[in-house]
Structures are given as C-alpha cells and as structure tokens.
C-alpha cells in the first residue's frame, strides 16, 4: 500500500508501456477495461520511478514503471481498480504477495502488471471479470482526450499524472452521500446550472520526482516548497458568455481578486497549508472552462496556468 501511495505521486500508469510522457497522444495510446469509467487516473514519469526497499518492507528496491487507477461509481459505493506495472517480471512477483496480503483486495499477476481491484459485491466482481477476461480496450472518450490536450507538457512543466473525472449524477450522489443538506444543494444548483461535462486535473514537476523525497517532504509538511504543481480544468455544456459573468461574480464573493498577468485576466487567492507553507490559487476563465493553477511557488502556479494551448 506505501508502494501505491508513492507511484501515485511519483510515477504512471496503465496497462500497457508506453514510451511517451502522459500527454494527451499517450493517454489515447492507454488501455483500460472495457466497461464505462467514471474516473481514471494515469500517472507516469519520464523514466521509471525507484522506490526504496524500506518504503515497501522487500529485500531490494524496486523500479516502478506506470500505475493506472480505474474507479466506477454505484449507488451505493465506489469501486477502485487498477494496472501497477514494473520494469521486471521478479519485482512484480516479490511486489504481488504484498498486495494479495490486504484482504480488501483481489489482485493478479500478469508478467510484469499486478491489477487489482479493491471493494466487494456486484460492480467488484464485474471489473474482476473484465480483466480477468483480458478485455481492456484503448482510452477513447474523445471528450476527456480534447481537454487534456490543452494541458502543457515539456519543459519545466513536465505532466507527471493527469486526472479526469466524469461527474455522472450517481457518481455525484455517491460522494455527496454523508455531506450536510446545505452543501448538497450548493453542489446540485452548481451541477444543474452549469452543466458540466468533465473535470480534468494534472500534476506537474518541474524536475523527476524521487519517491523517496516525496516521503521525506509528506513526513515534514513540506512537499509544496519544491516546483510541484497542479493544474486544473473544468468544462461546462453552457456558452461561455452564460458561465463566464456568474463565474466570476462567484469568485468575487469568495474572496478572489482579480489581477491582469500579461493579456490574460486572472483571478487569485491564496490558502495557508501550515508550516509556514502558502498555496497560490490561479483561476483563468476561458469560454466555457475554468483552469485553476495551484502551486506553493508563485511562479510556478503562473508559468502553469500562462501554458494552457
């Protein structure tokens, strides 16, 4: 479970190993179960990520090479899957007992992929037949594919993990099922008038992350202090001449000012994380999507959101 906890971080993932960093054209070339998804997250690094054998409690490091999450809503639960995939078949045969060890999981080894599935009942069993089977198919929601191709990738903005969420109403329900009644309604007039189709979010570096780090930085509450950054996107079904003036009458309430960052008007703000850490909150409202850069460096979260195509 550390293992995952940092490639979540740290590297990528799918079924397959693609050569190419996670930009649009490689998440097209992904595969994914062959069943609708309401979230999918792919995650990788340039090059393979090294997890410290003490992280993980094996006998030797282990290089990690892409990690997929897959989560399908229901009425009354959110089951999770996904494809952790190493660079050699012995790692993924010492990693494999680790994971088959947590009774909430059912997983399997495939060559250098462990796919699991956590969770129980109908839907479980449904993802679990679906791999079992073999029957993945290439990402193809065409809809998801636009929006990350406006996401940068390259440079000192290197696309570490990308995000898309399909807000469906049942997996809406789902995580708004313990929330108190004002917030549900907050979120359902959100949802109903403006109309959103998909929500996209990635992590950005400026340099390789190292697992090992990223540890280090959790323990001490430090982990914003380096270029880490994310880079968010929601598109609404609306025109933007709807979504833009109640958007940013939104804001006004909430606190953000608005400040002109070349020719791109912006809205700021910023959310004090602890330690002495502050987070600097972007918001750039074009048509009908709404990009947000979050990032402890300033500059960061600036070079992020200036970046989108």
Known sequence: MTLMAVLAVGCAGETTQPTAPPSHTGLASTLVPNTN???????????????????????????????ALW????????VLGGGLTLVSAADAARIYPLILSQTEFWAKLS????????GSGTPAEALKTVISKNDFKQYDDQQALEEVA??????????????????????????????????LGMVNTLL????????????YSAQPIDAAEVVRGVERG?????????????????????????????????GYT???????SLHQASWDAGNGTTIHILLRIDGNRIFAAMS??????????????
């Open 111 to 118: 060559d250098r992929t462990i796919y699991f599935v956590q």
């Open 222 to 254: 430090n982990i914003w202090e380096s270029d880490l950054g994310i880079l968010a996107s929601v598109k609404s079904g609306l025109p933007g001449f709807v979504v833009s003036p109640i958007i940013k009458r939104f804001l006004g309430n909430a």
């Open 192 to 203: 109903k008038w403006a109309s959103i189709q998909v929500m996209t979010a990635g992590l």
């Open 37 to 67: 998804l309401d979230v999918y997250v792919y995650i990788k690094q340039e090059n393979p990520t090294t997890v410290p054998k003490d992280l993980i409690g094996t006998p030797s490091d282990v290089v990690a090479e892409s990690l």
């Open 71 to 78: 989560g399908v809503a229901t009425e009354d639960k959110f």
């Open 150 to 183: 406006l996401f940068p990738d390259g440079g000192t903005t290197k696309l570490v993990a990308i995000g898309i969420i399909k807000p469906s109403k049942t997996l809406v329900s789902l995580m708004t099922k313990n929330v108190d009644p004002a917030t």
């Open 296 to 309: 402890g460096n300033e500059s960061y979260a600036q070079t992020l959101i200036t970046s989108v195509k």
């Open 258 to 264: 608005e400040t002109q960052l070349g020719e791109l």
